[in-house]
T-cell receptor, first 111, second 114 residues
Framework: QKEVEQNSGPLSVPEGAIASLNCTYS??????FFWYRQYSGKSPELIMF????GDKEDGRFTAQLNKASQYVSLLIRDSQPSDSATYLC???????????FGGGTRLMVKP | DTGVSQNPRHKITKRGQNVTFRCDPI?????LYWYRQTLGQGPEFLTY????????KSRLLSDRFSAERPKGSFSTLEIQRTEQGDSAMYLC????????????FGPGTRLTVT
């Protein structure tokens, strides 16, 4: 079992809709979780991080963390075609310095 | 604020040759990380430095791989006797110690071994 799991997608949503991206993790010692956006051929770009249970909002993005269920999600409101990318979820096993990434979910926002 | 930079951006080499990549972190960041990413996968951790000390190494980092950060600023990653399986994007990230573990990635070096 991979430490961080994501559905590879593609997840297709119409422009203006809410995109919901999900991630589960196996290491209960993980304290911090990160969402990165990666365009094809480019490097990952940090868009959100969350340390505490509950929701964290930043503009059109909301990250949700449920440590009891070992579940992290990212909601993108008012999705735009420019949001089309692969979204990577990462956690830090054993509350350490390294990040363990999921395989990413490809999001397609259709005009 | 200058981001993480990596050089070269692309490298094509023949099997058996040695290659070296350079990473310059964000100037005030004392932590530096190397990851490797292959097509369709998330980045995989290779190694981590705090200042000049290499504190963690992945089992992925075979004896052919070596990383240094001699003065706690830039870092180099060397791969000796390259193999076709080494073809990947090599990513460098940095973070500071005042916040959490937010890591910021450079543009990466794409290695192709022929």
């Amino acid at each position: 079992q991979k430490e961080v799991e994501q559905n590879s997608g593609p997840l297709s949503v119409p422009e203006g809709a809410i995109a919901s991206l999900n991630c589960t993790y196996s290491d209960r010692g993980s304290q911090s979780f990160f969402w990165y956006r990666q365009y094809s051929g480019k490097s990952p770009e940090l868009i959100m991080f969350i340390y505490s249970n509950g929701d964290k909002e930043d503009g059109r993005f909301t990250a949700q963390l449920n440590k009891a269920s070992q579940y992290v999600s990212l909601l993108i409101r008012d999705s735009q075609p420019s949001d089309s990318a692969t979204y990577l979820c990462a956690g830090n096993p054993n509350a350490g310095n390294m990040l363990t990434f999921g395989g990413g979910t490809r999001l397609m926002v259709k005009p | 604020d200058t981001g993480v930079s990596q050089n070269p951006r692309h490298k094509i080499t023949k099997r058996g040759q040695n290659v070296t990549f350079r990473c310059d972190p964000i100037s005030e960041h004392n932590r530096l990380y190397w990851y490797r990413q292959t097509l369709g996968q998330g980045p995989e951790f290779l190694t981590y430095f705090q200042n000049e000390a290499q504190l963690e190494k992945s089992r992925l980092l075979s004896d052919r791989f070596s990383a240094e950060r001699p003065k706690g600023s830039f870092s180099t990653l060397e791969i000796q006797r390259t193999e076709q399986g080494d073809s990947a994007m090599y990513l460098c990230a940095s973070s500071d110690q005042t916040g959490g573990y937010e890591q910021y990635f450079g543009p990466g070096t794409r290695l192709t071994v022929t």
